[in-house]
């Protein structure tokens, strides 16, 4: 059993550094409905692309196009993209997940272990399946800069970024200090690894837009229905 320790007369909202928590009813609501509230835009998305929804085929091609055009004009852009999409691919984020599970369990903090495991494999299963599903081919353009295999909708990069933010954001920031640098490290990497990994699938030209805004929002949904399942969600301490 994980050890809890308390500080002060009385407990307080979100994780200690074990993964414990006291969380009142209301704070699990709101999260429950913030799951909610991501399927949906996930979901009319998937519609939408199922549909060949002209609108969003015609922004998707634009941007597409305006990026590769960048690209093909600027070789030492696409080597920055195309190595931070291969530093923050899928399994180098899994591999690094597996250490951090590790280390989690090896400090006694289980809770927080089992949910990292729990989410990246959750998200890693949900994102292929999907891509079944939905069957979208990835952009096929003149003089590619890039080239990956497989189907576009949902991009895996984008969707398994946000993992490893949420996992990121979860089990550090309980471990920093209120307006501390430490703490906007920990926000600044988290948004980098989400945000920066999105992009660079759309500007080498092997995901459309709507691909990546839709690994984002499952990526989110998996991360806050995990943290609700299993009572984890990050608190800094006080003091």
């Known amino acids: 059993m994980d050890t809890f320790e308390r500080v002060g007369p009385a407990p307080s909202s979100g994780p200690d550094r074990r993964g414990r928590r006291d969380d009142p009813s209301g704070a699990r609501t709101t999260r429950t409905l913030s799951g909610v509230l991501l399927v949906v835009p996930f979901a009319l998305l998937a519609l939408l692309v199922l549909g060949n929804w002209s609108p969003l085929r015609r922004l998707d091609l634009a941007i597409t196009n305006h990026l590769h055009g960048y690209a093909s004009d600027h070789p030492v852009w696409v080597r920055v993209m195309s190595l931070w999409t291969d530093a923050f691919a899928p399994m180098p984020l899994r591999a690094a997940a597996l250490v951090l599970v590790i280390w989690l369990v090896r ?18 299963l949900l994102g292929p399946l999907l891509k079944l599903v939905v069957g979208r081919p ?33 089990v550090f920031l309980p471990r920093t200090r209120p307006r501390s640098a430490t703490r906007a490290a920990v926000w600044l990497g988290a948004l980098s690894i989400a945000l920066v990994t999105g992009f660079s699938r759309v500007a080498l030209g092997v995901h459309w837009s709507s691909d990546v805004l839709a690994g984002w929002l499952l990526g989110a949904t998996v991360v806050v229905a995990t943290t609700t399942a299993l009572d984890v969600w990050p608190r800094a301490r006080s003091g």
Request: hydrophobic letters at 55%; zero cysteines; glycine letters at 12%.
């Open 138 to 170: 990835r952009p096929d353009l003149p003089d590619p800069v890039a080239q990956a295999p497989g189907l576009a909708f949902p991009s895996g990069h984008a969707l398994n970024a946000v993992l490893a933010a949420g996992v990121l954001l979860v």
């Open 107 to 124: 400090d006694g903090a289980r809770r927080l272990a089992v949910w990292v495991a729990t989410t990246m494999v959750l998200g890693g």
